[in-house]
């Protein structure tokens, strides 16, 4: 009897992600965006070398990026250990703030046998803190030499940094700004978080909500 891996293989060296390029005209869109990263990854680094890392970065990549593509996100940028990714409004379904936290909490519960794998490898877990906020951002596209490079600004952005910043002591946390909660129809299980005293200035008056999961009485299709 054959088996199947559980996890895909790394992707090859040389091989890259291919991010997502837009052809439309520059302007404000609503839409959710997605912050992840890896904790800690520097003392990663350090203990396992630049090519091991690199290795296991395309790895997870590969893991994390299925599930935001699965529930229609687009990943936008690589950066370092982790991605910014973006959801905007599909015709039927859910909204793009639903689908961004579904996407976050399967990332989560991907993790765990993603973790069996790098355990057995590296004798290592890997940790990851997750940020959603929704709001008016610009997108557009500038030449850099012979390539395209994409450009999402706005405030919304600055938001959904430094909410990744808030999870340093939350393992595998994900945190919700106010927007994308309300944004949010599907009932999800959340709490407000209490913000550190040295967080507050950068993060002002925004109140911040971790998102611990769906409720049990919601019915997902292909969940």
Same mark, same amino acid.
């Given at each position: 009897?054959?088996?199947? $891996?559980?996890? $895909?293989?790394?992707?090859?060296?040389? !091989?890259?992600?291919?991010? @997502?390029?837009?052809?439309?005209?520059? %302007?404000? /869109?609503?839409?959710?965006?997605?912050? +992840?990263?890896?904790?800690?990854?520097?003392?990663?680094?350090?203990? +396992?070398?630049?090519?091991?890392?690199? =290795?296991?970065?395309?790895?997870?990549?590969?893991?994390?990026?299925?599930?935001?593509?699965?529930?229609? %996100?687009?990943?936008?940028?690589?950066?370092?250990?982790?991605?910014?990714?973006?959801?905007?409004?599909? $015709?039927?379904?859910?909204?793009?703030?639903?689908?961004?936290? =579904?996407?976050?909490?399967?990332?989560?519960?991907? =993790?765990?046998?993603?973790?069996?794998?790098?355990?057995?490898?590296?004798?290592?877990?890997?940790?990851?803190?997750?940020?959603?906020?929704?709001?008016?951002?610009?997108?557009?596209?500038?030449? @850099?030499? /012979?390539?395209?490079?994409?450009?999402?600004?706005?405030?919304?952005?600055? !938001?959904?940094?430094?909410?990744?910043?808030?999870?340093?002591?939350?393992?595998? %946390?994900?945190?919700?700004?106010?927007?994308?909660?309300?944004?949010?129809?599907?009932?999800?299980?959340?709490?407000?978080?209490? @913000?550190? $005293?040295?967080?507050?200035?950068?993060?002002?008056?925004?109140? @911040?909500?971790?998102?611990?999961? =769906?409720? /049990?009485?919601?019915?997902?299709? %292909?969940?």
């Amino acid at each position: 009897m054959s088996t199947q $891996p559980l996890l $895909p293989p790394p992707l090859p060296l040389g !091989s890259g992600l291919r991010l @997502v390029r837009r052809s439309a005209p520059p %302007g404000l /869109r609503r839409m959710t965006l997605l912050a +992840l990263d890896i904790r800690g990854f520097s003392a990663i680094l350090r203990r +396992l070398g630049s090519l091991a890392a690199l =290795l296991l970065l395309q790895r997870f990549f590969r893991v994390m990026t299925e599930a935001v593509c699965r529930r229609g %996100g687009q990943v936008e940028k690589i950066l370092g250990d982790g991605f910014l990714a973006l959801f905007e409004e599909l $015709p039927g379904g859910f909204g793009h703030a639903d689908r961004a936290a =579904l996407s976050a909490l399967d990332m989560r519960r991907r =993790l765990e046998p993603l973790n069996r794998i790098v355990a057995a490898e590296h004798g290592l877990s890997l940790r990851i803190g997750c940020g959603i906020q929704t709001g008016e951002v610009a997108c557009g596209e500038f030449a @850099v030499g /012979r390539r395209l490079e994409t450009a999402v600004i706005g405030e919304p952005v600055n !938001s959904v940094f430094r909410l990744q910043r808030l999870l340093r002591t939350i393992p595998d %946390g994900i945190l919700l700004g106010p927007a994308a909660l309300e944004a949010a129809c599907l009932p999800f299980e959340v709490k407000p978080l209490d @913000v550190p $005293p040295n967080m507050r200035r950068a993060l002002g008056h925004l109140i @911040v909500y971790q998102l611990l999961g =769906l409720r /049990r009485e919601a019915k997902l299709p %292909g969940a």
